[in-house]
């Protein structure tokens, strides 16, 4: 069983910053990519962006330049948000691209429980 879980969340003043934090956990393997998602009320969740065990990083649009993804040695990701808008509220995901250990051989995606932004003044 995998599990992952998210951090960092929180209330920030539009041109503010947030980092958040994922943490892996479990019977994990090896995880061939991270990422991080968005869903804003009544809306479908969307990619933000997306790291690989090779180091290949994919931003939507709307965040690039702002936001960076990185992922230490110890299965935790993170995502530092910058210059945070309120059209950046949503609550973010985490999802990992996992091989868990044991057999038989188990490749699949786990999500975490998401992390609410608001960014208002």
């Known amino acids: 069983q995998v599990r992952l879980v998210e951090s960092g969340g929180g209330l920030v003043q539009p041109g503010g910053s947030l980092r958040l934090s994922c943490a892996a956990s479990?019977?994990?393997?090896?995880?061939?990519?991270m990422g991080w998602y968005l869903q804003a009320p009544g809306k479908q969740r969307e990619l933000v962006a997306t790291l690989t065990d090779g180091g290949v990083t994919n931003y939507a649009d709307s965040v690039k330049g702002r936001f960076t993804i990185s992922r230490d040695n110890a299965n935790v990701m993170y995502l530092q948000m910058n210059s945070l808008s309120p059209e950046d509220t949503a609550v973010y995901f985490c999802?990992?691209?996992?091989?868990?250990?044991?057999?038989?051989?188990?490749?699949?995606?786990?999500w975490g429980q998401g992390t609410q932004v608001t960014v208002s003044s």
């Open positions: 479990g019977s994990i393997f090896s995880i061939y990519a």
């Open positions: 999802n990992a691209d996992v091989q868990s250990r044991g057999w038989p051989l188990v490749r699949a995606d786990y």
